[in-house]
């Protein structure tokens, strides 16, 4: 009153913080009046930024600017803020698909995130340029901001906060599993990962993101049921822990070996052993077909390709096309398969001239995994969301659900590992398989991938 402005109490799921918490963020790039985009939201706008409101607000009696969310350059002075010190996005939901809006984010494809009205389609944040020429009219519900001294869990409907690992990475935090890791108070890297020094939550977050920006019509955790999210990252990741002996061995553990081992040999994996490789995928615009064929030697390179095993010793021809990766890529036709995907979401490997290239790095140890589930395990997968299934499509192949209890190569570890997985991100209360809201992606069966056991047990 009297022409005095003062800031007011948050509510819903901004309650947990306050106005001059949100006012000392740091977000280089972006003007200090706008609270590093905060200003967007309509309860902090209006309890924080407008009539002077806010720590951050600069005294300024006018509504803050936001960035534009035209596809034309904006006014506006502002790159998004950086993804290292910055808060989760906020501001009026654009949805598109990434062709239509994270091109043109401020802050780059990176910045993009999945919408959260709607997890097939993606936006920027703030806003940011997208397939309409106006702003979005109805404003979604934004995540809790990490920089707060003390944050909380946020509420179910909302995007949640950076994970612990990671804070103000705007690959993990659009994901629809991180509310639960969130609310569960999880550290992805240690809880999840079980303190991998292969590959980080990080590294798997940015190939999920790339994978869901290029093939959107098929996209990984993103189905509209948040369970079937849960139920579908604990199939992924209790096979991945097995097969890659808790995400330490990126090679399959080949003879001669002593311990942990598979008790595979590199030469049973022999193109000859294999054949014709059948349903190489064909991408089109948002996905791919699995219509295409290719000879035995289906990368092509068996007569002069090398690669080295887990323990230094060399290996040539088509004995390198052993397993490697989080699920291990075996067989030289799932390799051909997979490389054909890896190239079309950015990644700059060719694991049919260089088959080690799958362990450069934690992001390449994921994406041959994340490209074979996708082609071979998903399909069938979606159907029943079940372990048995999962199982099933990656040792044995599979066509279909399958309809009883598996028994095959590690069912044990890998049961217990997806049991395990679902208390962690559950807190104990596992969700029942809904039903998905879209056909399986291919309806076409899949080749055995490897008769031979798993790598790691």
Same mark, same amino acid.
């Given at each position: 009153?009297?022409?005095?402005?003062?800031?007011?109490?948050?509510?819903?799921?901004?309650?947990?913080?306050?106005?001059?918490?949100?006012?000392?963020?740091?977000?280089?790039?972006?003007? !200090?009046?706008?609270?590093?985009?905060?200003?967007?939201h309509?309860?902090?706008?209006?309890?924080?930024?407008?009539?002077?409101?806010?720590?951050?607000?600069?005294?300024?009696?006018?509504?803050?600017?936001?960035?534009?969310?035209?596809?034309?350059?904006?006014?506006?002075?502002?790159?998004?803020?950086?993804?290292?010190?910055?808060?989760?996005?906020?501001?009026?939901?654009?949805?598109?698909?990434?062709? =239509?809006?994270?091109?043109?984010?401020?802050?780059?494809?990176?910045?993009c995130?999945?919408?959260?009205?709607?997890?097939?389609?993606?936006?920027?944040?703030?806003?940011?340029?997208?397939?309409?020429?106006?702003?979005?009219?109805?404003?979604?519900?934004?995540?809790?901001p990490?920089?707060?001294?003390?944050?909380?869990?946020?509420?179910?409907?909302?995007?949640?906060?950076?994970?612990?690992?990671?804070?103000?990475?705007?690959?993990?935090?659009?994901?629809?599993?991180?509310?639960a890791?969130? =609310?569960?108070?999880?550290d992805?890297?240690?809880?999840?990962?079980?303190?991998?020094?292969?590959?980080?939550?990080?590294?798997l977050? =940015?190939?999920?993101?790339?994978?869901?920006?290029?093939?959107?019509?098929?996209?990984?955790? %993103?189905?509209?049921?948040?369970?079937?999210?849960?139920?579908?990252?604990?199939?992924?990741?209790?096979?991945?822990?097995?097969?890659?002996?808790?995400?330490?061995?990126? =090679?399959?553990?080949?003879?001669?070996?002593?311990?942990?081992?598979?008790?595979?040999?590199?030469?049973?994996?022999?193109? %000859?052993?294999?054949?014709?490789?059948?349903?190489?995928?064909?991408?089109?615009?948002?996905? !791919?077909?699995?219509?295409?064929?290719?000879p %035995?030697?289906?990368?092509?390179?068996?007569?002069?390709?090398?690669?080295?095993?887990?323990?230094?010793?060399?290996?040539?021809?088509?004995?390198?096309?052993?397993?490697?990766?989080?699920?291990?890529?075996?067989?030289?036709?799932?390799?051909?398969?997979?490389?054909?995907?890896?190239?079309?979401?950015?990644?700059?490997?060719?694991?049919?001239?260089?088959?080690?290239?799958?362990?450069?790095?934690?992001?390449?140890?994921?994406?041959?995994?994340?490209?074979?589930?996708?082609?071979?395990?998903?399909?069938?997968?979606?159907?029943?969301?079940?372990?048995?299934?999962?199982?099933?499509?990656?040792?044995?192949?599979?066509?279909?659900?399958?309809?009883?209890?598996?028994?095959?190569?590690?069912?044990?570890?890998?049961?217990?590992?997806?049991?395990?997985?679902?208390?962690?991100?559950?807190?104990?209360?596992?969700?029942?398989?809904?039903?998905?809201?879209?056909?399986?992606p291919?309806?076409?069966?899949?080749?055995s991938?490897?008769?031979?056991?798993?790598?790691?047990?």
């Open positions: 009153g009297g022409g005095q402005c003062v800031d007011m109490p948050l509510t819903g799921g901004w309650a947990s913080t306050t106005c001059a918490a949100l006012g000392a963020s740091s977000c280089p790039g972006w003007p !200090f009046e706008t609270m590093c985009g905060y200003c967007d309509d309860v902090i706008g209006e309890n924080c930024c407008r009539c002077g409101g806010g720590s951050g607000g600069g005294g300024d009696s006018s509504p803050s600017p936001s960035p534009s969310p035209s596809p034309s350059p904006s006014p506006s002075p502002s790159p998004s803020p950086s993804p290292s010190p910055s808060p989760s996005p906020t501001g009026p939901a654009v949805c598109g698909t990434w062709s =239509e809006v994270c091109s043109g984010c401020p802050g780059g494809s990176s910045a995130f999945q919408c959260t009205t709607d997890p097939a389609k993606w936006q920027c944040p703030g806003g940011g340029p997208g397939p309409s020429p106006s702003p979005s009219p109805s404003p979604s519900p934004s995540p809790s990490s920089p707060s001294p003390s944050p909380s869990p946020s509420p179910s409907t909302s995007p949640s906060p950076s994970p612990a690992s990671s804070p103000g990475s705007s690959a993990c935090s659009g994901l629809s599993i991180h509310a890791i969130q =609310e569960q108070g999880l992805p890297d240690t809880d999840l990962l079980l303190g991998s020094t292969r590959a980080t939550w990080e590294d977050c =940015e190939v999920v993101v790339a994978w869901n920006g290029r093939f959107s019509a098929i996209p990984f955790l %993103a189905e509209a049921d948040a369970g079937n999210n849960l139920l579908t990252l604990a199939a992924f990741l209790g096979n991945a822990a097995q097969e890659s002996a808790d995400f330490v061995a990126c =090679e399959e553990y080949i003879n001669p070996c002593q311990g942990v081992c598979s008790g595979g040999n590199a030469e049973d994996y022999r193109d %000859a052993l294999w054949g014709t490789c059948y349903q190489v995928p064909v991408p089109t615009a948002d996905s !791919f077909d699995k219509t295409g064929s290719l %035995a030697d289906a990368c092509g390179t068996s007569g002069q390709v090398t690669c080295v095993d887990w323990d230094g010793r060399p290996h040539s021809g088509d004995s390198c096309w052993y397993g490697k990766g989080a699920l291990q890529l075996t067989w030289n036709c799932n390799y051909a398969k997979a490389n054909t995907l890896l190239r079309e979401i950015g990644l700059e490997i060719d694991i049919c001239a260089d088959p080690d290239s799958i362990c450069t790095d934690g992001q390449t140890f994921w994406a041959g995994s994340l490209a074979y589930w996708m082609m071979s395990v998903s399909p069938y997968y979606l159907q029943d969301h079940r372990i048995d299934t999962a199982m099933n499509c990656i040792k044995s192949g599979c066509s279909a659900p399958y309809p009883g209890t598996w028994t095959g190569s590690g069912a044990a570890v890998r049961r217990a590992n997806y049991q395990g997985y679902l208390s962690k991100l559950t807190g104990g209360a596992a969700p029942a398989p809904a039903p998905s809201p879209t056909p399986s291919s309806p076409s069966p899949s080749p991938p490897s008769p031979s056991p798993s790598p790691a047990p």
